[in-house]
């Protein structure tokens, strides 16, 4: 499979969005290069505004910005862009409720040898305890495109999580964007695989390799994990009767506890989450710390057996 860059076409779809639109501004921390904001700034330079590394000022300046008409992205490192801003976050952009788009990249563990100073495993879990923010986790390149393309549009605040490393493209170039989002893309029926982010094709990996042994699983891409499409979630644990969660981030206050929260009111069935348990990160190259976190494919297809085997007794 073809592997493109989600960072890599957020900057340039906010290229192409700020050729159309004049009211779409861009800020970043002194890491554009990076964020690939560096493309709309080469275009636009006096709608770009490199605050430096003051990531408590590039928020407040967005939220000013929104309040004088304009649509301000946001962006730098999901550790930065998350843990050194958050209460500007939390009294600027959703008490607010401002139109500003905070879109990081280099979120998770793939953010590879910088190590756990950089590899940000909390920031979903910060993000989604906000009142008015939306949080979106696209899986491939494609759909980030479609992401920035709704979100443009749409009022109020929104955190979008990008990766540093490349991975497998899923959806097509046409592929559109909604709220709330979660999409079979694998019908079955012996366990639900909800997934987001770069574990979405894992978890299509793991699909194929558990009809190996005869489990037909039925794969999900929960990409908007505040709010949940709560229909479809519902429905692939009511059909398949057994459930896991797959993210780059830790087990507290992610993906799996948004939708074990959600099953536990709507159809309880037995759940487990995978990520980084309740530690930090440490260096080494993206698929060594994936194999490493037991993040990678084989590894999660031999968890996933070894949890069906235990609830089926």
Do not use: W
């Not at 695989?193 to 094709?201: A, K, R």
């Amino acid at each position: 499979m073809e592997k493109k860059g989600t960072r890599d076409y957020y900057g340039k779809t906010l290229l192409e969005l700020g050729r159309e639109n004049p009211n779409i501004v861009a800020l970043d921390a002194d890491l554009s290069a990076s964020t690939k904001t560096c493309l709309f700034a080469k275009e636009f330079p006096e709608r770009f505004f490199d605050c430096g590394v003051a990531e408590a000022d590039m928020i407040g300046t967005a939220a000013g910005l929104s309040l004088c008409g304009f649509i301000p992205f946001a962006s730098t490192f999901a550790v930065f862009g998350t843990g050194r801003c958050y209460d500007q976050i939390r009294q600027s952009v959703c008490i607010s409720n401002t139109n500003v788009k905070i879109v990081v990249t280099h979120g998770g563990i793939t953010v590879g040898e910088d190590g756990a100073t950089h590899q940000m495993l909390e920031d979903i879990a910060l993000m989604t305890s906000l009142p008015n923010m939306r949080v979106i986790v696209p899986a491939d390149a494609h759909q980030t495109s479609a992401v920035i393309k709704f979100i443009a549009k749409e009022k109020g605040p929104f955190f979008v999580r990008l990766s540093r490393d490349k991975f497998p493209v899923i959806y097509g170039e046409e592929t559109t964007f909604h709220l709330p989002f979660a999409e079979v893309l694998k019908e079955g029926k012996d366990i639900a695989i909800f997934s987001t982010g770069l574990m979405v094709h894992h978890s299509l990996n793991c699909a194929e390799n558990l009809s190996k042994s005869g489990i037909d699983a039925e794969v999900i891409n929960v990409a908007s994990i505040k709010p949940l499409d709560k229909e479809t979630i519902v429905k692939s644990a009511r059909k398949c009767k057994m459930a896991v969660t797959l993210e780059e981030h830790s087990v507290i206050n992610g993906l799996g506890a948004q939708i074990s929260s959600l099953l536990s009111e709507e159809f309880p069935v037995p759940l487990k989450i995978f990520g980084v348990e309740d530690r930090f990160g440490i260096s080494g190259k993206p698929d060594e710390l994936l194999k490493f976190f037991g993040l990678d494919s084989e590894t999660l297809t031999e968890k996933i057996k070894n949890f069906i085997e235990k609830r089926r007794g």
